[in-house]
């Protein structure tokens, strides 16, 4: 095992688990090194089959709802793990999640077929995935609570970093027009335009014609985790 | 909510469990959940401590528990994603179903609490109780909403 697995394994949940259980589960793990702005995950038919252990960088898993439209669920940094409930699902279960870069970032991915058998022979190894899991569900629930019951400022900054694009070596930007922002937040254009004002005055996005660019992305972010 | 606001998350029928994930993050967690009865209902409850030991003397225990949290969580993910990207008059009926309480499914909020709630103006919330009267889902009284039809304003969450 590399010495940046081995780190990203010490950040995670995994380094509770004694040796020979970690060892099973990264058995056959593949690294990837993707620049920001890349498609780590897309949606399809076919179910998603790995999971992901993240060792720098930063991505962000979004999910669509029926009628198209996206909302970030999840950020995901140095040591964290996606994709442990999709190794117990049933194999018809639809792929809604979509996964992209917003840094250069590397991560290691794991294959769902050996972490289910290894849980099924391990009853360590599957107490320490539900309690991972238990608490995923409960911090991105806590995520989506919020972002239901936002402020308009909050709707609106959501929007656009759920919106963004990201590349290297320069601030991501929200390709979207004041109305459509009004459109998803379900207000009028002008409560955009107040916000948007707000925020260029605050230094935390610059306005284009057509598009909105995000100076200071972390901050955006940490705006929709207030109360 | 840390701010006291309340959404909900899941509804239970029969067949459904709920507390898996508190048996195994409850020492990091503080319960943030309440549960009430909408119709009347039968509950049996288990010891935490049991399932725990379960789960952690029989793999097969404790995959069933990842495969139920796994699926519980990936719909009330999809439920609460819905509730974020909603419209104006979802978010009032949303925040009716919330605050509803009681056999005959009454919401106890003001307009101006509906308007703080949805993060709109009184106005635009008027307006929306008004829709919902003219088609018979709601009644207002002072200081009140009752919803006449709770089954199909549920329905009316799910965006498609």
Do not use: C
């Not at chain 1, 979004?62 to 999840?74: A, E, L």
């Not at chain 2, 990842?66 to 925040?95: F, H, I, K, T, Y």
């Amino acid at each position: 095992m590399d010495e940046e697995l081995r780190g990203a394994i010490q950040a995670s949940f995994l380094a509770m688990l004694p040796d020979d259980a970690v060892a099973a589960l990264v058995e056959g793990a593949v690294r990837f090194e993707v620049p920001s702005g890349s498609l780590v995950r897309g949606t399809g038919q076919q179910p998603y089959a790995f999971v992901r252990l993240v060792a720098d960088g930063l991505l962000r898993i979004v999910r669509t709802v029926p009628d198209g439209r996206t909302i970030t669920q999840r950020y995901l940094r140095r040591g964290e793990v996606a994709g442990i409930a999709g190794a117990f699902l049933t194999p018809t279960t639809p792929n809604t999640g979509r996964s992209d870069a917003l840094l250069r970032s590397v991560y290691y991915q794991f294959r769902h077929e050996i972490w289910r058998q290894t849980a099924e022979r391990d009853a360590r190894v599957a107490v320490a995935l539900l309690t991972e899991l238990g608490r995923i569900a409960e911090l991105s629930m806590e995520r989506m609570a919020n972002r239901a019951l936002a402020s308009m400022r909050q709707r609106v900054v959501g929007q656009l970093l759920d919106g963004a694009v990201y590349a290297e070596g320069v601030d991501p930007i929200a390709p979207v027009t004041q109305q459509q922002l009004a459109d998803g937040v379900g207000s009028a254009r002008e409560v955009v335009a107040r916000i948007l004002h707000s925020l260029r005055e605050e230094r935390l996005v610059e306005t284009r014609v057509g598009s909105v660019v995000l100076l200071d992305a972390e901050r955006l972010r940490a705006e929709l985790d207030a109360p | 909510m840390p701010d006291g606001r309340t959404i909900t998350q899941r509804y239970m029928r029969r067949g459904d469990v709920a507390g898996i994930a508190m048996v195994f993050t409850e020492r990091a967690g503080r319960a943030t959940g309440r549960a009430d009865a909408i119709v009347d209902s039968v509950i049996y409850q288990f010891s935490a401590q049991t399932w725990r030991l379960a789960a952690e003397s029989d793999a097969r225990v404790a995959v069933a528990f990842l495969s139920d949290l796994g699926r519980v969580a990936e719909d009330q993910m999809e439920q609460m994603a819905n509730r974020a990207l909603a419209s104006m008059r979802q978010r009032v009926v949303g925040q009716l179903l919330d605050a509803a309480e009681g056999p005959d499914v009454i919401a106890p909020v003001t307009q101006q609490q509906l308007a703080d709630g949805v993060g709109s103006a009184r106005e635009v919330v008027a307006r929306v109780l008004h829709e919902l009267r003219e088609e018979k889902l709601v009644e207002t009284r002072v200081g009140s909403v009752v919803l006449l039809e709770p089954e199909r304003l549920r329905l009316e969450l799910i965006v498609s």
